[in-house]
């Protein structure tokens, strides 16, 4: 075969699975099942793996998927948790009084506060608390999906502290032989990784410092009376404060503290700052913006199920009491990457799994307890025991975030398989290239030295197909590590372009739609949010791909492995 057709072949399980997920609408517990047996085949019989190590990489996979399902598990259950002892509803009614002004109650709920959640929880649940909240405090339901949904950008990366790197990345190179090679050069992975790290946070502190205001802006042009634009503008220099507050602090830590708090530490500090601001009405708009009256809505807007911002089931919690887990979880998480005793204590508890069926460089290794899951789990213990007397809130949380669980697992079991047999197919019987250095070859071919301004745009389809940062990650970074190589450009960087696609891809991911959409009784009209979505989404990748040709032909960034 000619090397664009095997590049067609190795990219068909891809292709087929957005042909079933977008244009046949089928669910992901369906498409990828689909896809890995197609991977599987094409492994076999075009590339000749052995299937030793098919299978070898099969269990590798597996191996990744119980750390990914672990952290999603600690990430959900202590959120459940807090719902359960009526923390949440105390966070969110602490909102509702601080200004009248519905592009500043946006800004603070979906974009602050969200953000925040997004950096411990990630997976969807920022959009999933936001959009209710919302709701609750008087906006149409449409109107509170666009905003949670809009928020799925900036701080995903960082989401469920720092997986879409920590695993979706890491876990998506080929760190075996791309470790070799950096030794070579007298580097180490660490450093490698730490480098796309600090370019994922500053390319979207740059980029996201304008969300704010375009999420203002959203508001008054698709849910105001006047139907404009400039009344979202007119909130500029509070939505560029916004911007700052969560971006400065954002940047700063990935570069400084790695990936696991950017969105965390971004989400505090901007919480704190904006909030302060807009108590004291500083850079608040003199004129008060809002919708109009409910009884004029279209149906379109609303939601089916009327959402109450007081709880009764559970006992009001005091607001500190209410943020302790939150403060507790994130000293836990920065002590835990900082001190190497504390460290080396969770580290203890490791379970490796080496050149797995004897195939050499095929190795995976769970650490429970120095995995986010273990911190996010043990806080939400401590949580129900400072915040309630009684154990059911911990029956309650566990069963809702199991079941969370096995959907998710049923997909990622298939699909981190999927991806780990395409990575490693580099040893193979047909003495071919891998399966992502195949498809990179044609792809450096056809689009060339303009590669940086689509790289974004291929992790964003990746995320649109998958509905996760972490899983477009998974697929897409060897591809485009490979691509980088090919044009002999900083590969860190194209990797780092590759994960914040796949960040503001989850705004059009329809599977993330639809988690929000159901929380406020909107399912049905997926379609119309999505029309809204794509306007941010642009802006994102555009300006993504311009700072991308930027940084490799103007500032001429490199890295260790630069030809």
């Known amino acids: 075969m000619s090397e664009p057709v095997l590049a067609l072949v190795a990219f068909s399980p891809i292709l087929v699975a957005a042909i079933l997920l977008v244009g046949l609408n089928w669910p992901a517990r369906r498409a990828m099942p689909v896809a890995f047996g197609m991977t599987v085949i094409i492994a076999l019989l075009v590339w000749d793996m052995s299937v030793r190590r098919v299978l070898a990489s099969t269990l590798q996979g597996v191996g990744i998927t119980a750390s990914v399902l672990w952290i999603i598990f600690g990430a959900i259950f202590l959120l459940n948790a807090l719902k359960h002892t009526g923390a949440i ?7 509702t009084n601080i200004s009248p002004d519905r592009r500043v109650q946006a800004i603070i709920i979906a974009w ?3 953000s925040f959640i997004e950096g411990a929880s990630g997976f969807g649940t920022p959009a999933a608390i936001a959009a209710p909240l919302l709701v609750a405090i008087g906006f149409p339901a449409m109107a509170a ?3 949670g949904m809009m928020i799925q950008s900036t701080p995903v990366s960082f989401g469920a502290v720092g997986t879409p790197i920590i ?3 890491s876990n998506g190179l080929d760190t075996h032989n791309i470790t070799q090679a950096l030794i070579t050069k007298g580097a180490s992975w660490e450093a490698y990784l730490q480098q796309i790290t600090s370019s994922v946070a500053i390319i979207h502190a740059t980029v996201g410092i304008l969300m704010p205001v375009l999420m203002a802006m959203m508001l008054t042009r698709f849910f105001g009376n006047n139907k404009s634009w400039t009344e979202g503008l007119d909130i500029l220099p509070f939505a560029v404060l916004a911007g700052l507050s969560f971006t400065v602090p954002y940047a700063l830590t990935g570069v400084f503290l790695g990936a696991e708090f ?8 901007g919480l704190a700052i904006v909030v302060l601001a807009a108590k004291k009405g500083f850079l608040v708009p ?3 913006w809002d919708f109009d009256d409910e009884k004029n809505w279209p149906a379109e807007w609303l939601g089916a199920i009327k959402i109450d911002a007081t709880d009764t089931k559970s006992k009001p919690i005091g607001m500190f009491l209410a943020w302790l887990p939150y403060l507790l979880l994130a000293v836990l998480l920065v002590a835990s990457r900082v001190s ?4 080396a204590l969770l580290t203890n508890v490791n379970l490796s799994f080496v050149n797995i069926l004897g195939e050499s460089g095929i190795s995976t290794a769970i650490q429970p307890l120095y995995l986010p899951g273990g911190i996010l789990v043990f806080v939400a213990l401590i949580a129900v025991l400072l915040q309630s007397r009684s154990t059911t809130p911990l029956v309650n949380a566990f069963g ?4 969370t669980l096995i959907g998710a697992g049923f997909v990622l079991i298939f699909t981190i398989p999927m991806v780990r047999i395409f990575i490693n197919s580099s040893v193979n019987g047909a003495e071919l290239s891998s399966m992502p250095v195949t498809a990179a070859n044609v792809v450096a071919d056809l689009v060339g030295q303009a590669y940086p301004m689509v790289s974004a745009m291929v992790g964003a389809l990746g995320a649109f197909i998958a509905g996760s940062n972490t899983v477009s990650n998974m697929m897409f970074s060897q591809f485009q590590f490979e691509v980088a190589q090919t044009l002999s450009i900083s590969s860190a960087t194209v990797v780092a372009l590759q994960a914040v696609g796949a960040a503001a891809g989850n705004m059009i991911a329809i599977h993330n739609v639809v988690a929000a959409s159901a929380t406020v009784g909107l399912l049905g009209r997926e379609g119309a949010t999505l029309r809204k979505t794509v306007i941010p989404t642009c802006y994102y990748l555009v300006a993504t791909g311009i700072i991308g040709l930027v940084a490799i032909y103007g500032i001429q960034m490199a890295d260790a492995l630069t030809v």
Do not use: H
């Open 89 to 95: 509803t105390t966070i969110r009614n602490g909102f």
């Open 112 to 114: 602050c506060f969200g």
């Open 145 to 147: 999906v666009l905003m």
């Open 167 to 169: 695993v979706g990345v």
């Open 262 to 269: 950017p969105s965390l530490i971004g989400g505090m500090c």
């Open 286 to 288: 003199k004129s008060t």
């Open 340 to 343: 190497n005793d504390f460290k």
């Open 400 to 403: 809702e975030s199991s079941k």
